[in-house]
């Protein structure tokens, strides 16, 4: 199979076996970016850059005006428009474009120049011009920014970066010259444990966490290679095979986002969710912000109105996992942690209110 095939035809999300936890997350980032991002942890070879990839696809196109470096929407784009006289366009394209949603590869040996963008002091000094080229935020505006091996990345870098996706806005300054752009996008990072991992003070701000490992069901593992197979032989073909559940998952994010600030919280649910955070003695208050957010788009994301204890119950592992305090002599896993407190919250719930239906943890 050619590159450019693959390229042409990226290997189809609805394709992937397996791997709920990590599939979930990324689908709740899309549908409120709020969330804060995805952390993935797992073993080489699990499918983590193929997922985000393909998670693009299923995304319908997006506008601009053409050749916009930040991928802004056209009416975000103003007539006299410093951004666009900055990079050398002094007038406003009239051509509206529509292109994919950006998944910019964040490579580890970049620079924060790279990374950011560069201002042209020379030009500035000498003539007067303010002269910037557009870094990777740029051109992760509407999209996606995934880094591999992010545990590897430097530390200044990941903390810059959490900034930047958690404001939606990028700002340069050099020598007295401030440019500032929006830069709105999911920030996927992926890891091998067994290469370290992230500092607990950047990892905190990740909104989720997934954990994936090997599949050792044997059925899966054999589907896994009849799928792949049948895409190298024939990328286009298979594409075409899986294209009525990709549009299906189009069409599910889609009303998933639009039904979003409709969906409510009851008190209750948010109370266990608060609850669950002490319990865990969680730092901060980004634990319990993070349950409401992913609960909400879990219930946008399956067509209801009201997110409940049980979409809490069901991300509360890689909402929290991340954020509990690391004990060095501690053997239990941070996911078993949580789904434990979970159950005993729910039990203590259903003993002081007996009348209430039981409910199990899955």
């Known amino acids: 199979m050619g590159n450019r095939q693959a390229h042409r035809h990226p290997y189809p999300f609805t394709a992937i076996v397996g791997q ?34 393909a998670l693009a696809e299923v995304l319908p196109k997006i506008t601009r005006l053409a050749g916009d470096p930040f991928n802004r929407p056209p009416k975000e784009v103003p007539a006299a428009d410093p951004l666009l006289a900055m990079v050398g366009i002094h007038e406003r394209p009239r051509k509206i474009e529509r292109i994919p949603v950006p998944v910019v590869d964040l490579p580890l040996g970049a620079t924060e120049d790279r990374v950011c963008g560069t201002i042209d002091i020379e030009a500035a000094l000498t003539r007067g ?9 740029a051109q992760a505006n509407r999209g996606f920014l995934y880094i591999d091996e992010v545990n590897l990345l430097e530390d200044h870098l990941v903390d810059l970066l959490l900034d930047v996706a958690a404001s939606g806005w990028n700002v340069v300054e050099r020598e007295g010259i401030s440019v500032r752009h929006p830069a709105r996008f999911v920030l996927v ?6 290469e370290g991992e992230l500092r607990p003070q950047l990892l905190d701000r990740f909104g989720l966490h997934a954990r994936i490992v090997t599949i050792t069901d044997l059925e899966q593992r054999l589907e896994i290679v009849r799928r792949r197979r049948a895409y190298d032989a024939d990328p286009a073909g298979f594409c075409a095979q899986w294209r009525p559940q990709q549009r299906a998952l189009q069409r599910r994010i889609l009303a998933a986002r639009k039904r979003l600030p409709q969906v409510t919280l009851p008190e209750n649910v948010l109370q266990f969710a608060a609850e669950l955070c002490m319990v865990l003695r969680v730092d901060g208050h980004r634990g319990e912000l993070t349950l409401a957010r992913a609960a909400c788009a879990l219930a946008a994301l399956e067509a209801r109105s009201q997110a409940t204890l049980e979409d809490v119950c069901r991300v509360a592992v890689p909402a929290l996992r991340h ?7 501690e053997t239990t896993d941070a996911g078993d942690k949580v789904a434990q407190a979970m159950a005993d919250l729910l039990a203590r719930q259903q003993r002081s209110a007996p009348k209430t239906p039981v409910m199990t943890v899955t």
Do not use: W, Y
């Open 20 to 53: 709920e936890e990590m599939k979930l997350c990324l689908l709740l980032n899309v549908v409120d970016p709020r969330i804060g991002g995805v952390m993935i942890m797992g073993h080489r070879g699990t499918g983590k850059s193929t997922a985000v990839r």
């Open 129 to 137: 011009v303010k002269r910037f080229q557009p870094g990777l935020l």
């Open 189 to 194: 990072g992926s890891g091998n444990p067994e």
């Open 323 to 329: 954020r509990l305090r690391r004990d060095p002599l």
